[in-house]
């Protein structure tokens, strides 16, 4: 299999380019980056697809001359995909955006609860004082 | 028999197609999806009959030369897996149908979610038939972009936030599985699962390694396998009941499969073992412990889910034909009891008005019939004796006896520890939601007492959502009684899926 060398570096810068978008945080913004990233991957399958050729219809050239077309019908279908996530990140990004009126991305839960006790120096909501029984009744201290 | 393979994702597509031209007949849309769903269980079931007596099937679509058609694939393991997901969303659409108008405004608002659910299976059913890398990529994303509507149903502020973070993880998952075909089809000329696993082996051992590596990452953020899974607990719980049920129960198992279905296949010879122990040990023992810290039930749930997924990468790990007749028997076991648990986080919710744990108590004595369908799958999550959760773990624990070797110990221990603490988190939900006083708000709803106990149970829990989880707790306790005939299938169904026995009963002779 021949690869060719242009495709390649091309496809690399534009998944590093897309990776850096997605660490942002606005979700339009990792959207661009998963848009730019995926057309990247779609780059890596003509890599894969080996040397150029002509094109691969039925009848119209020697069967030893025309490009393999299995993964251009393989990119065909990542191509949709993309168009249907793009389609729904932009709707979700426009929702967040109606909400909260920005369309960055939150928090972990947990990260915020777990970083809020820390800060009060607090433990957390699940420990109980062992003197206390589960109806609440202090049971040790007499 | 064989052109019968591709109904049960044709049967799922239809369905989904009808009850989304007819979004103003509610009841219409129920019929359909539920007997479509009705048919792809009977379907399952007729297979595994079919598998178990035949052997594997394989179907080439389209008439093209044979390794280069879209091939299906039916074997043990496929037509298992689609039987108890099928029984599993058959379940949760009969108690999502049960939910009153209500209910339904407030977390299922809209006519999309009959056909969104039925595309979600239909991608699952996909997934578990695909005899290619591409079609297995495709029934993925059919399912998670079922599933992104799903979480995100309504557009509230909290199912955004979740939903957001859902979408990204899986969004980089996808793009890392094209780039693991696009490698694979560069190094074999490939993407048919049977003749990748012919082509592979003559690879040099870093290609090799390479792509198993691409591979096994991208099943494991789908299968929500640590240090990959801290996107779960984060995203599901926010979603309406019977969508996190489904959501828990199948998702991350269809990940598992994969995992199962390209490490026994493509890399029979795994070399990465040890790493697969590890990351085995610190799911299952770090998951449980952030379950133990939780107060609300459906997070606490969605951590045990992630810790219990450790015990599949065990059986996994191991590589052995008993190490994975264990986790088949386990991965079955877990779908229906994390999903009918998370049904039952649902029926919590609606009749003590919460569900985080310190706004409940006293359900015991509010509700009996409650306290006993959380009791029995909660102690068979827990792993105590005689229940299908025990059993499994003792499949498991036996194939790791078997396999030997210090870390495998030290991983069984950690297994024992985790179903120790699994109990406990389980206790404690028992402790302070079913024991105790009863708190205002669920004092409330005792003051509209109308001198019926009964109704009362019924206005808070409708007879269809009880049924169906009761059905669902039956089914799960099925596999406890039926445990023998069933864990024996698994055997057969691990033998079946070793590589030779697959490419045999997949490719014809001239290909291999």
């Known amino acids: 299999m021949t690869a060719n060398l242009t495709l390649a570096i091309t496809a690399g810068i534009l998944i590093a380019c897309g990776v850096y978008l997605m660490l942002e945080r606005s979700l339009t913004r990792i959207l661009l980056g998963v848009i ?17 050729g002509a094109p691969p219809l039925v009848g119209h050239d020697d069967p030893a001359a025309t490009a393999d077309p299995l993964p251009q019908a393989m990119v065909l279908t990542a191509i949709v995909i993309t168009m249907g996530v793009t389609a729904f990140v932009l709707t979700m990004a426009y929702r967040s955006f109606q909400l909260n009126g920005h369309d960055e991305v939150a928090d972990d839960v947990e990260d915020a609860r777990i970083r809020q006790l820390a800060e009060a120096d607090e433990l957390s909501d699940s420990y109980e004082a062992s003197d206390f029984s589960d109806s609440g009744e202090n049971v040790v201290s007499e | 028999m064989i052109n019968l393979i591709p109904l049960p994702v044709m049967l799922a597509l239809f369905g989904a197609a009808i009850t989304l031209i007819i979004p103003r007949r509610p009841i219409a849309q129920r019929v359909i999806s539920i007997g479509s769903l009705s048919g792809i269980v009977i379907l ?45 969303a058959l379940c949760v659409l009969i108690f999502s149908t049960g939910q009153d108008k209500g209910e339904v405004r407030r977390e299922t608002p809209v006519s999309i979610f009959h056909p969104t659910f039925l595309l979600l299976m239909g991608g699952i059913a996909n997934a578990f038939l695909a005899g290619d890398l591409f079609n297995l990529f495709v029934g993925f994303e059919i399912f998670l972009f079922a599933s992104y509507v799903l979480l995100t149903l309504g557009g509230t502020k909290e199912r955004i936030r979740a939903g957001t973070t859902y979408v990204i993880v899986s969004l980089l998952s996808s793009s890392l599985f094209l780039i693991s075909i ?33 591979l096994l990452v991208t099943f ?75 107060v609300e039930i459906k997070r606490m749930l969605s951590f045990t889910l992630v810790s219990h997924l450790g015990y599949m990468v065990l059986g996994i790990a191991l590589a052995s034909e008993s190490g994975f007749a264990a986790t088949i028997y386990y991965t079955a076991h877990h779908i229906t009891i994390q999903a009918a648990l998370f049904l039952v986080a649902g029926l919590i919710e609606r009749r003590g008005g919460t569900s985080s744990l310190d706004g409940l108590g006293g359900l015991l004595k509010v509700s009996p019939l409650l306290a006993l369908l959380f009791f029995v799958p909660a102690m068979n999550l827990g792993g105590i004796p005689p229940m299908s959760g025990f059993l499994g773990k003792v499949g498991l ?38 024991w105790g006083t009863v708190p205002d708000n669920v004092v ?25 989880t009761s059905a669902l707790i039956a089914f799960s306790l099925a596999l406890t009684v039926f ?7 698994a055997e057969r169904a691990a033998e079946s899926i070793q590589s030779e026995n697959y490419i045999q009963a997949v490719l014809p002779e001239e290909v291999r």
């Open chain 1, 36 to 52: 730019i990233a995926s057309n990247g991957v779609n780059m890596l399958f003509l890599v894969a697809s080996g040397r150029p």
């Open chain 2, 44 to 88: 399952a079931a007729f297979f595994m009959w079919a598998t178990d007596t035949h052997g594997t099937m394989a179907l080439w679509l389209g008439a093209w030369p044979v390794p280069l058609g879209i091939g299906l694939v039916m074997d043990r393991l496929s037509a298992l897996m689609l039987f108890v997901a099928g029984v599993v």
């Open chain 2, 182 to 214: 696009a490698s694979i089809y560069a190094a074999t000329g490939t993407v048919n699962m049977a003749h990748i696993a012919v082509r592979v082996a003559e690879l040099s051992e870093p290609v090799q390694l390479l792509l198993q590596m691409m």
């Open chain 2, 220 to 294: 494991a953020i789908k299968a929500a396998i640590f240090p990959l899974s801290s996107w779960l607990p984060d995203s599901y719980p926010t979603a309406p009941a019977p969508v996190t049920a489904v959501f828990a129960g199948l998702l991350t198992k269809v990940g598992i499969y994969a995992i199962i279905r390209t490490q026994t296949l493509l890399f029979p010879d795994s070399p990465l073992s040890n790493m697969l122990l590890v990351a085995a040990l610190l799911t299952m023992v770090i998951g449980i412990l952030g379950a133990l810290a939780q």
């Open chain 2, 397 to 434: 624990l036996h194939a790791g006896a078997e396999y030997g070797g210090w870390l495998v110990w030290v991983v069984m221990f950690g297994g024992i520890l985790t179903s120790l603490l699994t109990l406990m988190a389980m206790a404690k939900v028992w402790n302070r939601a079913f």
């Open chain 2, 444 to 468: 409330r709803i005792e003051d509209n007492y109308d001198g019926d106990a009964g109704d009362d149970d019924v206005r808070f829990m409708p007879p269809l959502m009880v049924g169906a």
């Open chain 2, 483 to 489: 445990a023998g005939p069933l864990y024996s299938y």
